[in-house]
């Protein structure tokens, strides 16, 4: 079956400006989690929601949002860009939650200019 | 809280030799532990994880973890190194059946011929 679908791969966008990325889970998959990916930070939880609703939220500012469809596909937006949001988002997907595998997408490089 | 500690950053070996990441984890109730290999430019795989049955569980491509309460360790190994395993390694953990997972820093596996 198909995996964790990310779109856009690869986007730069300038500072102030906002974005919006795109996550197609598993087929099945109710959990869709996202993560920040820095080389200082690490990997960092974002926020992750379960049947539309939010059931988890990182230690991240007001600017990054998210939103769950009704057939879990998840957007992850960020507002005023700047330019320490330069990363790697990973969005995760799973049937329930941690006792499920948790299934990774390839990620979405953003870099802010 | 949780938290994880991946002691050494780069870790190097030669191929054929034994492999060992090490990974401790802090939790306040019984966690689930996940290894996830990311290679350049990739999301993450999931190698292995555990979620209270077996305190030693395999995983794929010949790796294996052993859950130690008492040293509250999870360490990675595999006997025989390939060209192929050189990528970064991650360590994580959970406290809920959610899907919120704390990460470690990473290990950076180097394999030498």
């Known amino acids: 079956k198909a995996g964790v679908t990310q779109t856009p791969r690869y986007l730069i966008k300038t500072r102030g400006q906002q974005v919006t990325l795109s996550c197609s889970p598993i087929?099945?998959?109710?959990?869709v989690s996202w993560y920040q990916q820095t080389p200082g930070q690490g990997l960092q939880f974002l926020f992750e929601y379960f049947s539309e609703t939010q059931r988890n939220k990182g230690n991240f500012p007001g600017r990054f949002s998210g939103r769950q469809f009704s057939n879990s596909r998840s957007e992850m937006n960020v507002s005023t860009l700047e330019l320490g949001d330069s990363a790697l988002y990973l969005c995760a997907s799973s049937a329930s939650g941690a006792r499920d595998t948790i299934y990774f997408g390839e990620g979405s490089w953003l870099t802010v200019v | 809280a949780q938290s994880v500690t991946q002691l050494g950053s780069h870790v190097s070996v030669s191929e054929g030799a034994l492999v060992l990441l090490r990974c401790n984890y802090s939790?306040?109730?019984?966690?689930?532990l996940f290894w996830y290999v990311q290679y350049p430019n990739q999301g993450l795989q999931l190698l292995l994880k555990?979620?209270?049955?077996?305190?030693l569980v395999k995983g794929i491509n010949g790796f294996e973890a052993e859950f130690k309460k008492s040293e509250t360790s999870f360490h990675l190994t595999k006997p025989s190194a390939h060209m192929s395993d050189a990528a970064e390694y991650f360590c994580a953990v959970s406290e809920s059946r959610y899907s919120t997972l704390t990460f470690g820093k990473g290990t950076m596996l180097l394999v030498s011929p």
């Open positions: 555990y979620t209270s049955a077996a305190t």
């Open positions: 939790s306040s109730v019984p966690p689930y």
């Open positions: 087929s099945g998959h109710r959990s």
